[in-house]
């Protein structure tokens, strides 16, 4: 049975060219919901540069809300509702049934008014809201 790692451990796994941005994000998460459950992934370095290093998702009474991971020269957050987010700017990717991402390259990126919205707008629909209230 596989030793869980820490959100920390995790952090100091990951290249140094994309820490400060995995922190950051998980900072910005952290920040917008302080309360909700942290799941560290049971996952080591991926063998190939395109499949995305998950480390942590967030969640609010069993429901998955946020996900963040990385790739050699980026991070991503995904939202496992993120087709229902109002997304203004345009900036969720991704054509999956529910799922968005966005790939973030900078630890500004990862604390911009956007992308706090938009976690705001999943934790809200997490806990029975809807984005257009």
Excluded: C
Aim: aromatic share 6%; glycine share 8%.
């Amino acid at each position: 049975m596989p030793v869980m790692s820490t959100v920390a451990e995790q952090v100091k796994k990951v290249p140094p060219a994309v820490r400060p941005t995995l922190q950051a994000a998980i900072r910005m998460v952290r920040e917008i919901a302080p309360r909700a459950d942290e799941i560290v992934y049971a996952m080591e370095s991926p063998r190939s540069t395109r499949m995305v290093w998950k480390h942590v998702r967030f969640a609010v009474d069993g429901k998955n809300v946020v996900g963040i991971g990385t790739l050699p020269d980026h991070v991503n957050i995904w939202f496992y509702r993120g087709r229902e987010l109002d997304d203004g700017r345009g900036i969720l990717q991704g054509t999956g049934k529910d799922t968005r991402f966005i790939n973030l390259r900078t630890p500004a990126v990862a604390e911009s008014a956007q992308l706090k919205k938009l976690t705001r707008g999943a934790f809200k629909l997490a806990r029975g809201g809807s984005m257009t209230e």
